[in-house]
């Protein structure tokens, strides 16, 4: 019995194991001529494993090319395209993901940070207040956005503060929104379908389901009359 721990590693897992096997049984094989062949037939299974490759430009130079790199690049072979470099390969190539940005209230996100940092290159005075304002009542926008109860203004304003290093700062906190008319908008914001959804539960003509799979409704099947023969 095999187990994964004693296996080769799987260079290209779409193909599977056996037709790693295959490519590199191929490399045993002598006759070069022999070699080619069975090269190609495990082309064609590679392309009915995975159709979606015929989408791509040139995609049965992408299946040789797959193939050399399942081998290990030691495939001997007379192939209709030239054998890729390996020192070219991308395959399993890891994405860089900038770190230019990072945000220390994920729930508030990056456009939040962009607008503290705008109010902050901003001169003193009323527009600069106002759009303080505008800001701090975003943030507690998004904030009721996973906090469905409340949120404490003192909050709002510690938050700011600390997202901006102490540069900004709410002079007048009564300026801020009204929790409960931020949720009542909120919810008229929401997609009807989810509405519909919660009026139906809340619904008593939805009574519990009959053994038929339909709703009583509050009908009450022992009186149901009887039909005269």
């Not at 931020?182 to 959804?197: A, V």
Request: hydrophobic fraction near 30%.
């Amino acid at each position: 019995m095999e187990y994964n721990s004693t296996r080769r590693p799987l260079v290209m897992r779409e193909y599977g194991r056996n037709i790693q096997k295959m490519g590199l049984h191929t490399i045993s094989i002598e006759d070069k001529e022999k070699r080619s062949l069975a090269a190609k037939s495990i082309v064609q299974i590679m392309g009915q494993m995975v159709p979606q490759t015929r989408e791509v430009i040139d995609y049965k130079n992408k299946l040789w090319d797959h193939l050399h790199t399942i081998t290990n690049y030691e495939l001997d072979i007379d192939a209709p395209y030239p054998k890729p470099n390996p020192q070219e390969k991308t395959i399993g190539a890891r994405l860089k993901y900038s770190n230019k940005y990072t945000i220390k209230y994920r729930h508030y996100g990056r456009i939040v940070q962009t607008m503290i940092k705008k109010a902050i290159e901003m001169p003193e005075g009323e527009e600069k207040e106002a759009f303080v304002v505008v800001i701090a009542n975003q943030l507690k926008k998004s904030y009721l956005n996973w906090n469905r109860d409340s949120v404490n203004d003192e909050t709002i304003e510690a938050q700011l503060i600390e997202l901006s290093n102490g540069q900004l700062k709410i002079n007048d906190i009564s300026k801020l929104s009204n929790t409960q008319d931020i949720l009542r908008n909120q919810k008229k914001m929401r997609p009807k379908t989810i509405q519909n959804n919660n009026q139906n539960n809340k619904n008593p003509n939805n009574g519990p389901r009959n053994n038929n799979g339909g709703s009583n409704n509050g009908f009450n099947y022992k009186n149901k009359p009887k039909k005269k023969i």
